[in-house]
């Protein structure tokens, strides 16, 4: 019983210690989950977000960095949802760029993080697929639509338990945004048919 007070000092130390990382984690993981949803905001606008995907970016390392002796802390719910975050954004970025998409190993994420965030996207190109079709331009909306529908196919391939990777609720919401897509834009395209059909009668009166 000597040397228990040394013991003890010993485990409150490296307590101490995790605790400090975990509050940093937390602070760091915010930072990561704001900068990711800023630049998807500013995407839809139009903005360049260049310089907000490189923050996030170098914030990811950090928090890499940060966690490299303490890697039970990387799977918690706070890091995975932020690193689900950026891989969203990314994704949506290289998307509109026509870039080729970025791997795991690129973006410093896990591939349970890159897989959920693959199926956050779909949610993101419905969002420039209305745009488009707001703006009548049925044919840019169906190109969203054909990237949706082949994010879809790839998320389709993972059929492995939740505890592995909880893909089937992304799965389920993308083929529902799927299917409403679909159906405006094939809406759409009877109407712009339509409108077609009625200028060329017009043009022969």
Known sequence: MKNLDDVISEIEGRLDEK???????????????????????AMHRGHDVGTALQETREEILKLRSLLKDHPDLYHTGTVENAM???????LVHAILEQDPLPSPK?????????????????????RFALEHLRRGDVKQASGYL????????????????????????????????????????????????????LDAVREKL
């Open 19 to 41: 605790d400090e990382v975990r509050e940093l984690t937390i602070k760091s993981s915010r930072t990561i989950a704001r900068l990711s949803g800023s630049a998807i905001q």
């Open 84 to 90: 689900q975050e950026a891989g969203e954004a990314f």
């Open 106 to 126: 690129e973006l410093g994420l896990t591939d349970t993080a890159y897989l959920l965030g693959l199926g956050d996207v779909v949610g993101e190109l419905r």
């Open 146 to 197: 054909e990237k949706m529908e082949r994010i879809l196919d790839s998320l389709m391939r993972f059929d492995y338990p939740t505890a592995l990777v909880a893909l089937k609720r992304k799965q389920d919401v993308a083929r529902s945004l799927i299917e409403k897509t679909r159906g405006e834009v094939a809406v759409a395209s009877r109407s712009q048919e339509l409108a077609d059909k």
